[in-house]
């Protein structure tokens, strides 16, 4: 995140990085070695963030309480990204070589697997009760099921918005509602303002996942990490192109790209170009921002002005992020 966004949990965020190490580390070298090199590459840390903002909305916040969680968060998604980039045949996020671009497909996902277990390990061993558990393993499933959603769509073209955002919510949006949610729910906040939290991190993620999808057709490549137009090279059909696949005058030119499995570069050059020449990026920062107003209204009245604080900013940085 920009580094002023959440001076409140500065120290926290810290001691994660270092618990994330010491998460990793395994009798196992190569575990050790692919893990540590996840951390590394860096991320946003933007669930445990979340989930520490919320937490930190008790006047009887306590770090060594909730720390555990927020590593295991942290660890689920990056296993799940390890997975996203076997499934994807990535070679690299944020700049770095991936996991199976290093080690090979099979030493990735079972690194994946490994990272998903701990996570719950940590958990388990930290006795935060049936609900954290429960949550944890919808989250597993909605991810899950999120990815089933886009692999059964690819090089299909569809322009059902509905399932588009299913399948963002149980991607995104979902876990960052949970991250929230659970901040609120171990330190013992009032159940309407754990549901109140919830439903922030729901409308936050579904906003960050829109800017994702907008950062694949705008965004510099350097800055996110991977070349402009992934999502129609790899057949993915975000928001932006379901309003071009039904506005744009070219739209059976544009149909007949994208379900081609070998698109060119000068197909995606013009596939993008074509996209570009609607209103589907302007129609797209719109839902953002519809979402991001719903997330400023819902907070909690009673949680500390300085949360309150982060938490706006955090909205307003998703708003106008460029990676």
Known sequence: MANKLFDIIKSDLAELETALHESVVSPVATITEIGNHLIKAGGKRLRPAMFFLAARCSENFDLKRVMPLAVALELIHMASLVHDDVLDSAATRRGEATANAKW?????ILAGDYLFAKAFVLVTENGYGERVNNQLSRLLADLSAGELIQNKEIYKASCDTEEYYERIAMKTANFLAISCQLGGHVMGLPEKDVQALYDYGYCVGMAFQLTDDLLDLTGDSKKIGKPAGNDILQGIITLPAI??????????????????????????????????????????????????????????ESIPEDVRTAYMMAADFIAGREF
């Open 104 to 108: 090979g497909n099979q030493l990735a």
């Open 243 to 300: 309003r071009a696949l039904e506005t744009s005058q070219d739209k059976d030119e544009l149909l007949s790209i994208v379900t081609n499995r070998d698109m060119t570069k000068a197909d995606l050059d013009r596939a993008l170009e074509i996209v570009r020449a609607t209103d589907g990026i302007e129609f797209t920062k719109k839902k953002v921002e519809e979402y991001l107003d719903r997330a400023r209204n819902v907070l909690p």
